[in-house]
């Protein structure tokens, strides 16, 4: 059954069944994912997901229901279940259908091109990027993760209020994590690749870059435990940042669970941090035109030379702070209930170079990654202690690798202590980014 077709027998159904404001969310994922090992493929995936969402408003509570399956049988099932679920729910701000808006910006997040590369091509070329890793030095032992994926995401909202949206995107990215040795001592490196291009990759390039970083951090050494500058590379920046960025939410806020709470108009990072959420990169891993209710997105500053200006809104946390939505609904799937959650959001960059940064240190850390994140953060209070990776620097050169490293502070007095900004935005595989942040002092214990 088609879209439009299901959606006039739902309506109409819905409000024979007694509901008022209604909407249909429709949501379809395509991937292919392909890992190779020695030579050979390893895992190997095609899917397609995708299914309808249906959310109306009956006796004054909002009911949620979804199915896979778009036909007649799911039409009472949606309804009934969608009224069910509205005897369990206790919530009692009233969640509204957005009628629309007389302008909706307009973003090209779909490549023609890149959804023409054909299977083959894929395969190839990540058999290409693990024999030029393999090829490079005999202490590359093998590869954890050599994989290529590519998604697909098509969406589609409709409500009883007129409102018909769509929109499409796609991307593609290479992972991989490279194993050395040498007698004892054994290293990784994790490197990736995400592009909307397929024919600007280069195998050779990927491989040597995985290659040097793991090769790097051999001859690893003890250093002192103390308080060091620190400068966090970008992925690593970006990834802290990402532990930390539902505190921008209203809806944490709301419930208590953010320290930014009442902190609106008010300096919590230093002057060189501005934060933006932008829906409009063209390589955003999450762009889009409209959120999950249907509001226009648009680009927004939460944080302006480090004054917080605003937080991210649905209607519903909107509405409780006599505001206005931000654009910042959002549904993990179909599957999900509406929440808030950024779209693109990250650290702006500056001009300076990622080498000016590090030539700018007399004695300090550079951190290359951080692992244990979601154990050793708290994202209410903003204290972490986690583990680390990354290398000693004195005059303003890497002078050798540091032993696993434990490094300590509190995230928000983190970014106070913020000295420079480096202009090498990055987007980890996520869509939370950052460039790499100069810090004035960390605690680094290594055991």
């Known amino acids: 059954m088609m879209i439009q077709e299901f959606k006039a027998k739902l309506f109409s159904a819905a409000e024979s069944s007694g509901f008022t ?18 030579g050979e493929i390893d895992q190997y995936e095609i899917a397609e997901d995708g ?31 969608a ?52 090829a490079l030095d005999s202490r590359i032992v093998a590869t954890d993760y050599c ?6 995401v098509s969406r589609n909202l409709l409500n009883n209020k007129g409102l018909t949206l769509t929109d499409k995107m796609n991307y593609l990215y290479v992972l991989v994590e490279a194993i050395v040795k040498d007698g004892e001592e054994t290293k990784t ?83 060189k941090i ?11 891993l999450a762009s889009r ?15 302006e030379s480090g004054v917080l200006q605003s937080l991210l809104h649905n209607q519903k946390t909107a509405k409780k702070e006599q505001t206005e939505t931000t654009g910042h609904a959002h549904k993990d799937s179909y599957k999900s209930a509406v929440k808030v959650g950024p779209s693109n959001l990250f650290i702006e960059p500056s001009t300076v170079s990622f080498e000016d940064l590090l030539s700018s240190m007399n004695e300090g850390i550079l951190i290359t990654d951080l692992s244990g994140l979601h154990s050793g953060a708290n994202t209410v209070s903003g204290d ?37 900004i480096g202009s090498d935005l990055t987007f980890p595989l996520s869509p939370i980014g950052s460039p790499s942040v100069l810090v004035k002092s960390l605690a680094v214990t290594v055991e």
């Open 21 to 38: 404001d209604v909407e249909m969310y429709y949501e379809k994922k395509e991937v292919f994912g392909c890992q190779v090992y020695k």
């Open 51 to 81: 299914g309808i969402s249906f959310r109306g408003n009956i006796n004054g509570k909002m009911g949620y229901a979804y199915s896979e399956k778009i036909d007649e049988a799911s039409i009472p099932f949606l309804l009934e279940n």
């Open 83 to 134: 009224k069910e679920n509205t005897t369990i729910m206790h919530d009692k701000d009233i969640e509204e259908i957005f009628a629309g808006s007389r302008q909706y910006e307009q973003g090209n997040f779909f490549s023609t091109a890149l959804n023409e590369v054909t299977i083959p091509e894929k395969i190839q070329f990540i058999k290409d990027v693990e024999r030029e890793l393999l």
């Open 147 to 152: 994989m290529i994926r590519t998604e697909s």
């Open 189 to 271: 490196s994790f490197k990736f690749k995400v592009t909307k291009d397929f024919y600007r990759l280069d195998s050779k390039e990927i491989a040597q870059k995985a290659a040097e970083e793991a090769l790097s951090q051999l001859g690893s050494r003890n250093i002192e435990s103390k308080d060091y500058p620190v400068l966090l590379r970008n992925d690593a920046a970006a990834s802290l940042l990402a532990t930390y960025a539902s505190n921008f939410s209203a809806e944490n806020t709301q419930a208590g669970i953010s320290s930014l709470k009442d902190k609106l108009g008010k300096q919590i990072a230093g002057g």
């Open 274 to 284: 501005t934060i933006v959420d932008d829906p409009f990169l063209e390589d955003g």
């Open 289 to 303: 035109t409209f959120d999950s209710e249907g509001v226009p997105t648009k680009k927004l500053t939460l944080v």
């Open 384 to 420: 972490f202690s986690v583990a680390a990776n990354g290398y000693y620097i004195s005059d303003g050169k890497v002078q050798f690798p540091v032993n696993l490293m434990t490094i300590a502070g509190n995230f928000y007095q983190l970014l106070q202590n913020v000295e420079e």
